[in-house]
């Protein structure tokens, strides 16, 4: 089935970790995305990247890494400098323009211990 | 800057009742796609419809409407015959031409979301 797949699906982090959220999708989309969900905030922008070798910070990028060495696989990488990381992390991937939808995956959950 | 504002937190309504949420938004492009998506107690977006801004003919879909009016720069989504699988978090999101890049896909700007309960 065509999709995306983020892991885990819950995880824990101790003050001061860095630790990488896994997201690969299998749909062939160039775009892929990482936002961030808070209670009552809806979801910001953390970073996008619209080709290999390529990303863009979004609006809340401060604390947070990314690589796209392949198509298929965008990670994140929530590091100590990120204040506050407790939060609902989602992945997401697209065809390229402004005019498509984009497909999530099922989210991880990150909380700070 | 780009925004959309969902002024509805939280609605609660008993089954079988009709329920509109409200999407308002702000661009300076005139070129945009607006976008709702549904989030069920699973945690994953679903998309539920696409509307650009040249297309201001409202659309039905079986128990779900959109009503989209450039005048009031509003999208409001109403669910006709509500039903206990509606009861999910709904988002209203904007992608503009500009964007960041000028065009191509550079993510979405969401509302904060309208939590619909539907109570059986």
């Known amino acids: 089935d065509g999709g995306i797949t983020q892991s885990p699906k819950y995880l824990f982090r101790k003050e001061g970790q860095n630790v990488t959220l896994s997201c690969e999708q299998n749909l062939n989309h160039d775009a892929m995305y990482w936002y961030r969900q808070d209670p009552g905030q809806g979801l910001r922008l953390i970073y996008y990247?619209?080709?290999?070798?390529?990303?863009q910070k979004g609006d809340i990028a401060e604390g947070y890494s990314v690589s796209r060495e392949k198509k298929e696989s965008f990670p994140l990488t929530v590091t100590s400098a990120q204040k506050n990381p407790t939060a609902f992390y989602l992945c997401?991937?697209?065809?390229?323009?402004?005019?498509?939808?984009?497909?999530f995956g099922q989210g991880t959950r990150l909380t700070v211990v | 800057a780009q925004k959309v504002t969902q002024a509805q937190t939280e609605i609660s309504v008993v089954e079988k009742e009709d329920v509109t949420l409200d999407c308002v938004y702000e661009t300076r492009d005139t070129t945009y796609y607006l976008f709702w998506y549904k989030q069920p107690p699973s945690g994953e977006l679903v998309f539920l419809i696409r509307r650009n801004s040249f297309d201001e003919q409202n659309e039905i879909s079986g128990r779900y409407s959109w009503n989209f009016q450039k005048s009031t720069s509003s999208f409001n989504f109403t669910i006709t015959a509500s039903q206990v699988v509606d009861s999910a978090v709904y988002f209203c999101a904007l992608s503009e031409a500009g964007g960041y890049s000028g065009g191509g896909a550079d993510g979405l700007t969401f509302g904060k979301g309208t939590h619909l309960i539907i109570q059986p």
């Open positions: 990247s619209q080709i290999v070798n390529d990303f």
């Open positions: 997401a991937s697209s065809s390229l323009g402004f005019n498509t939808e984009a497909f």
